[in-house]
């Protein structure tokens, strides 16, 4: 048991005794039914993973592109790069490239290079000739920071009112307050409470970039892992894993 998940482990055996008060098991089974639960669990934990780096991906795929077209440069970002390294504020930005923006949202882009720690982020988006290394530089939480603050700017991002895709600001912080803090629970291994809850979140954002969650569900079922074969010999002293 030492080798278990200890959040997911408690849970199991929360369910495997409402299971057992159920089905009066006996007590040498109870053990296997426990692993039973725990590895459900494992795979319901680990069937989140993809969906929510779907919609990461997504976001940070369709914002260059969307920006691009807004500003009409791929590399816009390099001058608030360069308007911070030559000791402006961002307030000198009431627009990028002739397009208005709000000051938060160069502000967002502007935080993003004051917090920039991991030397091959930097050495990213230093120098000439970039394209969209900064997109790549961006958390989940950088995505949405950017995003929310200038709404009217990138509102158009998503499908149109027409379309039948209501979005309102309100609507984009809440769907993406429920992925973030789920991938900050799959991060930390916790177990997810409400798959359902996660699922339609992301299942919005895909919608609303033109992506179906279904495509994304059935490459998922389809895929193929290559085994990699144990080389260490089995012997007395290995402990029997959760089955």
């Given at each position: 048991?030492r080798?278990l998940n200890p ?5 199991s055996i929360h369910?495997g005794v ?10 040498p089974?109870q053990r296997?039914v426990?692993h039973?639960i725990?590895t459900r ?5 680990s ?8 919609v990461?991906?997504a ?15 791929m590399e816009?970002?390099t001058?608030?790069?360069n308007a911070r390294?030559?000791g ?12 208005p923006?709000n000051?938060?949202f160069?502000?967002?882009v ?5 917090n ?7 050495n ?9 290394e900064f997109?790549y ?11 929310q603050a200038d709404?009217p700017?990138i509102?158009?991002m998503?499908?149109t009112?027409?379309?039948g895709f209501?979005?309102t600001?309100?609507?984009?912080n809440?769907?993406?307050r429920v ?8 991060f930390?291994s916790n177990?997810?409470?409400d798959?359902k809850?996660?699922?339609d979140a992301?299942?919005r954002?895909?919608n609303?970039?033109?992506f ?9 079922g389809?895929?193929q892992?290559v085994?990699?074969p144990a080389?260490?010999?089995?012997a007395?002293r290995?402990?029997?894993p959760?089955?």
């Amino acid at each position: 048991m030492r080798t278990l998940n200890p959040t997911l482990l408690r849970d199991s055996i929360h369910e495997g005794v409402q299971v057992q008060a159920l089905q009066q098991i006996p007590i040498p089974e109870q053990r296997l039914v426990i692993h039973k639960i725990y590895t459900r669990k494992v795979k319901e934990f680990s069937s989140i993973y993809p969906f929510v780096f779907a919609v990461e991906n997504a976001l940070r795929s369709v914002l260059a592109d969307y920006l691009e077209e807004r500003f009409g440069r791929m590399e816009w970002w390099t001058l608030v790069r360069n308007a911070r390294q030559n000791g402006q504020s961002y307030t000198a930005f009431p627009n990028i490239l002739g397009t208005p923006v709000n000051p938060a949202f160069v502000k967002a882009v502007w935080r993003v290079f004051d917090n920039m720690v991991n030397q091959q982020h930097i050495n990213n988006v230093t120098g000439n000739n970039k394209t969209d290394e900064f997109y790549y530089c961006l958390t989940l939480g950088d995505l949405w920071t950017i995003m929310q603050a200038d709404w009217p700017l990138i509102r158009n991002m998503f499908a149109t009112d027409v379309l039948g895709f209501t979005f309102t600001k309100t609507m984009f912080n809440d769907t993406m307050r429920v992925i973030k803090e789920t991938r900050n629970e799959l991060f930390h291994s916790n177990p997810i409470k409400d798959r359902k809850k996660i699922v339609d979140a992301c299942e919005r954002i895909l919608n609303g970039l033109q992506f179906h969650l279904g495509d994304y569900d059935h490459d998922l079922g389809a895929a193929q892992s290559v085994r990699v074969p144990a080389t260490v010999a089995r012997a007395q002293r290995h402990v029997i894993p959760a089955r």
